[in-house]
């Protein structure tokens, strides 16, 4: 394998371990924002032990978030020094923003919000813990603008091969960046949701049916049944946003070789970029035409029409895009599903969790990771599907390549590689501690958290 792709192997690595952590804080800030609301107007200390526990969750993710994010921004100096050479007076001001919004906000108020609910009038804990909430989700915002410009660039010019901002509102304002934003805002929310419901569902089957646990199914069922429905509605002017911009990477989503009407769905199919073809396909008449343009006779773009002359492919690899939007789409299926026959099920008996079958409690724990694998997927679809543009239309991922020997990028990478198995089994493993444990507690009579118990009052 050359440098190019051993590069691009090590960044999507990279990326693909940092952002299973950002997904969770993202919402999860926002979700203990919500139960230390809940506490101050109720008083009720279920709410107080649900934020105890899921505190330790967001300071674990938030962690390994920051650390993972740093060897992310070293690459662009040791793998793709063409990125900022081309494009560095769009990108370092967006990356700066993110750093200022994640450290003056984040950094500055998660002490308080972990160390100090105790220690501060109960006011300023629940202000610290909105502005870091606000700030994790302001950090979002400024690192996808900057993909979604990558995508869509505008408000640019190039002089000597250099892009220069000519205004900023349309830099930041592209053309994909609201529906890359929301799209992603309730991919997170999602996630959250069923890592809630799925490792309340763990406590639940052990026989820890505190009232922390309850609020903490329930919220969960209810924020996943809830977001669902909204997210393939965004998903959906999403993809009509992508057909007007970026046609290959739709003809690429679809399998879609030839642009014609009438063009079916896949539901599977093996694309062969070989013969120009898919084998052992399954679809549904028409219906990629209606999804993406309303209309059952509606023209879908085809691969074919995204090859140069002398050959040179201007479309993304098929396969990875292909199966990547069939795999996010799936899951999202599950989700809908699964969260909708838990709250179906628990409004019917009017039970709360008592009223969920065993069977459903059960498949909700391995979906507890479910928002992880639809994250992947998707992203995988949105990056992959740009090649082999790095900024659509301005530089290709070839032309901002460091030339570096391969077998050293082989040997980082095996190293890399290592580092993130090893914390992500790490990572599962503490989860997996933490249900058990705030159990244990349970049973010796005290708490969890020892220092961390405000009264009502506060």
């Not at 069922?221 to 946003?241: E, F, M, R, S, Y």
């Not at 709250?343 to 079958?357: I, K, Q, S, T, W």
């Amino acid at each position: 394998m050359d440098t190019l792709l051993l590069s691009r192997i090590q960044f999507g690595a990279n990326i693909s371990f940092h952002i299973l952590f950002p997904t969770i804080t993202i919402a999860l800030g926002w979700v203990l924002f919500y139960f230390k609301l809940r506490f101050n107007r109720s008083g009720e200390e279920r709410w107080m032990d649900a934020y105890r526990f899921w505190v330790k969750v967001f300071a674990l993710s938030f962690g390994l978030g920051v650390v993972s994010g740093i060897t992310m921004s070293f690459q662009f100096g040791t793998n793709w020094p063409g990125f900022m050479e081309t494009v560095g007076n769009i990108a370092g001001p967006l990356l700066a923003y993110e750093v200022m919004t994640a450290f003056f906000l984040e950094a500055v108020f998660l002490g308080i919000m972990l160390f100090g609910m105790s220690r501060v009038p109960g006011w300023l804990h629940t202000l610290a813990t909105f502005l870091v909430a606000f700030g994790t989700t302001m950090s979002a915002f400024w690192i996808l603008v900057l993909s979604s410009w990558m995508h869509t660039p505008a408000g640019f010019e190039m002089r000597d091969g250099v892009a220069h901002a000519t205004d900023w509102l349309a830099i930041i304002f592209n053309p994909s960046m609201p529906y890359r934003v929301v799209h992603m805002l309730l991919a997170s929310g999602l996630t959250v949701a069923f890592l809630l419901a799925g490792l309340s569902a763990l406590r639940w089957l052990r026989g820890d049916k505190g009232g922390d646990v309850r609020v903490s199914l329930v919220t969960g069922l209810g924020l996943g049944a809830l977001l669902i429905p909204l997210q393939i509605l965004a998903g959906d002017v999403h993809g009509l946003n992508t057909l007007e911009h970026q046609p290959a990477k739709v003809a690429a989503m679809e399998g879609n070789w030839n642009t014609d009407t009438n063009v079916p769905l896949l539901l599977f199919a093996i694309p062969d970029e070989t013969a120009r073809e898919n084998r052992a396909e399954i679809g549904i008449p028409n219906l990629a035409s209606i999804i993406l343009t309303h209309h059952a006779d509606g023209e879908v773009p085809g691969l074919n029409d995204f090859v140069a002359e002398d050959g040179t492919k201007m479309h993304p690899p098929v396969a990875p895009v292909f199966y990547g939007f069939r795999i996010m789409v799936g899951t999202g299926m599950a989700m809908l599903l699964l969260s909708w026959a838990a709250v179906g099920f628990m409004a019917f008996r009017r039970r709360g969790p008592e009223g969920l079958p065993k069977p459903l409690l059960l498949a909700l724990v391995p979906m507890a990771f479910s928002g992880w694998v639809a994250t992947l997927a998707g992203w995988y679809t949105t990056e992959i599907g740009r090649q082999p543009w790095l900024v659509s239309g301005v530089m290709t991922t070839e032309q901002a390549v460091a030339e570096v020997p391969g077998p050293m990028v082989a040997t980082t990478l095996i190293i890399y590689l290592s580092v993130y198995v090893a914390l992500l089994l790490a990572y599962i493993g503490v989860l997996y501690y933490l249900a058990c444990a705030g159990q244990d507690a349970k049973k010796r009579g005290r708490p969890d958290m020892p220092g961390l118990n405000p009264t009502p009052a506060e």
